[in-house]
């Protein structure tokens, strides 16, 4: 234990531990040893996969990868949210694929107006965040229970208004265009979105009170009750920010692949968040996990299926792979977390 | 009464402990106790909160082992590493809530894992039905309870013989049974079926060992009452030949800790005021907490004062009478509520109801006060840390810093943690659930400075302790509770361990009529 036992001086904060690697120490406390493992083995298959292959290591490559990942990104940002205050919404890939074809249907119906196509999807994925959010507090129904009810449902409502089949094809319009392929500095304008949600979530995690309320419900519920936060409007926001982003996440697969996908393209999305949530850091049982840990457990899913891409394994192989790297993160971490709580005190 | 040696080839049946003692760490539970339970008695096992009366019943049913000292049943040394162990050797526990499994009969749940089956592993009906049936006229119970009952239409009293039964009538049938506080979830009438049924068990030669807070019940039902006092037998009395006065002073009598250095502060005005406030645990209770004053809420485990606490602190509905902070009538919806009035609450289990582990000690503390702390919807985080860092140092919490996370600090720590996050507040009225529970020592007394500081800083202090030289040290007035209902208040001057205990046991000392004591209750006959 890291109790101190002298007894107390006034300075209790400053005086140990004694701190002879000072700075060093000080980067490694701030990016955390999961981050730091994270990281090395991102840099690790980057240079196996780029040994096999130079190529791999290109800047058109890269890039590949980077708007790869941005959909799976986008929705593991979120579900690291959700992860974060307790709950788990694993039918964010259905939303997603709702998304698409609505964000399709009505652009083309309202006479291709993007922005209209846009808003309803943004909307509808409120709306159902909010709707997952009333069952699982209101209905008490257990958040996998409930979403997993919401992942059969929100798939079928899209098959069922999209007749099963693409719907509209939208890259006649400049704004699709841009959302799917257009550049800025450089960099495609999708991974600058998923930049740019990961960083606000970030700040509303790590600097506003109402991140540190989300780690607190997640953490130990009772405890933040007592408190005085107001779980249910917390848990609620989370779902409700869960489905516009999975929405944003729908126009843009709309965008990329040019029509409403009711399945295509989102199935399956919403294991990877969840996987690279966990892979992150985020415990499944609440109050842990950060932003740059999920993005970097993003990056890392998204190089290994691009290397294994390039090296002619087919898909059911960077399945497996997937699976089995899951399973070491989380063992590793429990093993890590399984220390900590030995050395308790009696 | 007590057997420390034996005759060799004459051991006494039943069960003994032979200078058992036990110790957790650095904390002795049990010190040297050797007490006899014979057969076909009720021996009544009593002793405040804290006593050793449950590490006793443990290392006796085998769940824990003693550090020195043996269990011996008829003479034999029992060498009991699990509950399973003793089980087979015939000592079995009741436990309060039996488990059953509710939509079975009666009859399977009392041969759960030992029905007897047919070719083929099919379940023979018939025969399991011609042994409960038998089993239950052997051993008088066939009136009470009918086979073929769901386990889900049991009484709890009915709930408790089917236990009983499974300890009867399986290969190793019980010689000792062991009962910790049957009756706490029990009615009135349930209670006195139970009663029945333990008087049919004794007259049948079964050792029985009965935990009890309820002096009424151990006075109409025990042969012989042992006592327990801080882990050391305090002394064995027969029923017949004892009161309930010297029961009182067997559980009490000991030192008065000198740890309390707590002088009667200037009290001021009413902060607190309750009237008639009944919620789902609390019966009408009424009492006022003055700006300045520790006032103590003592009461047996299961009195009810916690659930007042949490209902004070917003987190359990109201059903009728007013709460006033400062004279303010306050409508508690949810702990919010209460804490935009002014009160906090320091919660009975600190790791469960405050603490969040994996966060740091700063996270911990300023929790509640991050509100005051923020520029806009940023958190300073600057300003966080001075806050942190202040009541830190000023309730001397030791860690390596207030980045720490609190889930590696002791327990004294911890508490410290959940009482800075509370200082950091500022609270009218703090209310304090087991304060020391957990805690060594030198934190106690630290916790116990601490909590005088308060009130002389003017903040209205209510301290709920089971630890009665805590109660007497700390408050300025003690008000005791049972059954959910507030039985008396006591002044500084009138308070002594006698009177709390009297009071928090004044249901079972007062001899009310007892309608059901006097008719047969339709169980056992």
Redesign the interface.
């Known amino acids: 234990?890291?109790?101190?036992?002298s007894p107390?001086s006034?300075?209790?904060?400053?005086q140990?531990?004694p701190r002879r690697a000072g700075r060093i120490r000080v980067v490694l406390d701030t990016i955390g040893a999961q981050n730091l493992s994270l990281g090395a083995a991102l840099a690790l298959m980057l240079l196996l996969f780029g040994y096999l292959d130079p190529d791999y290591l290109s800047w058109d490559n890269l890039q590949v990868i980077a708007e790869a990942v941005t959909i799976v990104g986008l929705l593991a940002v979120v579900e690291t949210v959700v992860i974060i205050c307790g709950g788990l919404d694993i039918s964010v890939g259905s939303q997603v694929g709702l998304a698409s074809v609505v964000s399709a249907m009505v652009f083309t119906s309202a006479g291709a107006n993007p922005l209209a196509g846009m808003a309803a999807a943004l909307a509808l994925g409120a709306l159902i965040g909010l709707l997952n959010g009333a069952v699982i507090i209101y209905g008490r129904v257990n958040a996998v229970i409930a979403t997993l009810a919401g992942l059969a449902a929100y798939k079928g409502v899209a098959q069922l208004i999209s007749d099963g089949r693409a719907q509209g094809y939208v890259l006649t319009d400049s704004v699709f265009i841009f959302l799917g392929r257009g550049k800025i500095a450089g960099l495609p304008f999708m991974v600058w979105l998923l930049i740019l949600v990961a960083a606000a979530v970030h700040v509303l995690l790590k600097?506003?009170?109402?991140g540190?309320?989300l780690?607190?419900i997640g953490?130990?519920a009772?405890?933040a009750?007592?408190?005085?936060?107001?779980l249910n409007k917390y848990l609620i926001a989370a779902y409700a920010l869960s489905g516009v982003v999975a929405a944003l996440a729908g126009i843009l697969l709309t965008a990329r692949t040019g029509s409403g996908q009711p399945v295509s393209g989102s199935e399956g999305l919403e294991l990877q968040a969840i996987t690279a949530a966990a892979l992150g850091g985020c415990?499944l049982n609440g109050?842990?996990g950060t932003i740059p840990g999920t993005l970097l457990a993003v990056a890392l899913l998204g190089a290994l299926q691009n290397g294994l891409t390039v090296q002619g394994l087919n898909t059911f192989w960077q399945n497996v792979a997937q699976g089995l790297l899951l399973v070491a993160a989380v063992v590793i971490q429990q093993r890590r977390s399984g220390r900590?709580a030995v050395?308790?005190?009696? | 009464m007590t057997t420390p040696t034996v005759p060799p080839g004459t051991p006494p049946p039943g069960l003994s402990a032979e200078a058992v003692s036990k110790r957790?760490?650095t904390v002795t539970a049990l010190h040297d106790v050797s007490v006899h339970f014979p057969p076909g008695q009720v021996t009544a096992l009593m002793g405040e909160n804290g006593a050793g009366k449950s590490t006793l019943l443990r290392i006796l049913t085998g769940d824990h082992q003693p550090t020195v000292g043996r269990v011996l049943l008829n003479g034999t040394p029992l060498n009991l590493s699990s509950p399973i162990d003793a089980r087979r050797a015939g000592v079995r526990i009741i436990p309060q809530e039996p488990e059953i499994i509710p939509h079975v009969s009666v009859a399977e749940n009392i041969y759960l894992g030992a029905l007897p089956r047919r070719a083929g592993r099919r379940l023979d009906r018939a025969e399991l039905r011609r042994r409960v049936t038998a089993d239950l006229a052997r051993l008088g119970f066939d009136t009470v309870i009918d086979p073929d009952l769901l386990g889900s239409e049991l009484t709890a009293a009915q709930r408790q013989l089917v236990e009983i039964l499974r300890a009867l009538t399986g290969a190793h049938a019980a010689q000792v049974i062991a009962f910790d506080e049957p009756t706490s979830s029990l009615s009135e009438r349930e209670a006195e079926a139970l009663f029945s049924l333990i008087a049919a068990l004794r007259d049948q030669g079964v050792a029985i060992i009965y935990v009890s807070h309820r002096m009424k019940e151990i006075f109409r039902l025990a042969d012989r009452i042992a006592v327990l006092r801080d882990g050391a037998l305090a002394g064995v009395r027969p029923t017949s030949a004892t009161s309930e006065g010297e029961i009182v002073r067997l559980m009490v009598g000991r030192d008065l800790s000198t740890m309390f250095e707590r002088q009667q502060a200037a009290t001021g005005d009413v902060v607190l005021s309750v009237e008639n406030l009944t919620t789902d645990d609390v019966d009408d209770v009424s009492l006022e907490v003055r700006s300045g004053e520790v006032v103590a809420l003592a009461g047996l485990i299961g009195a009810g004062r916690s659930e007042l606490a949490l209902a004070l602190?917003g987190?359990s509905p109201v059903r009728s009478g007013t709460i006033r902070v400062n004279g303010r009538e306050v409508r508690l919806r949810?702990?919010?509520d209460?804490?935009?009035a002014g009160v906090g609450?320091a919660?009975e289990e600190r790791k469960?109801?405050?603490?969040?582990?994996?966060?740091t000690i700063r996270?911990n503390i300023t929790?509640?006060s991050?509100?005051r702390?923020?520029h806009g919807?940023?958190?300073s985080k600057a300003k966080e840390k001075a806050l942190a860092?202040d009541f830190?140092?000023r309730l001397?919490?030791?860690?390596?810093?207030?980045e720490?996370q609190v889930?590696?600090?002791?327990?004294g720590?911890q508490q410290k943690t959940v009482l800075a996050?509370w200082l950091a507040r500022r609270p009218e009225l703090l209310i304090l659930d087991e304060p020391t529970r957990g805690v060594d020592i030198g934190a106690k007394v630290e916790i116990y400075h601490i909590i005088a500081a308060l009130a002389r800083d003017g903040v209205a202090v209510l301290v709920i302790s089971s630890e009665l030289p805590e109660v007497l040290g700390l408050s300025d007035r003690v008000i005791v509770m049972q059954n959910g209902r507030v039985t008396g208040e006591l002044s500084r001057d009138q308070a002594s361990e006698e009177a709390i205990l009297a009071l928090a046991m004044a249901d079972d000392l007062t001899d009310t009529p007892h309608p059901a004591s006097d008719e047969p209750t339709g169980v056992a006959s």
Request: no cysteine; aromatic share 6%; net charge positive.
């Open positions: 234990m890291t109790t101190q036992t107390a006034g300075s209790v904060g400053t140990l531990p600097y506003t009170d109402i540190r309320n780690y607190a953490g130990n009772t405890a009750r007592l408190a005085g936060i107001n415990a109050g842990k900590r050395g308790l005190p009696a | 957790f760490g602190a987190d949810s702990p919010r209460a804490i935009r609450l919660p469960a109801q405050a603490l969040f582990l994996h966060r996270d929790l509640v991050l509100g702390l923020r919807r940023f958190v860092q830190a140092d001397r919490v030791r860690a390596p810093s207030i720490a889930g590696t600090l002791s327990g720590n996050r």
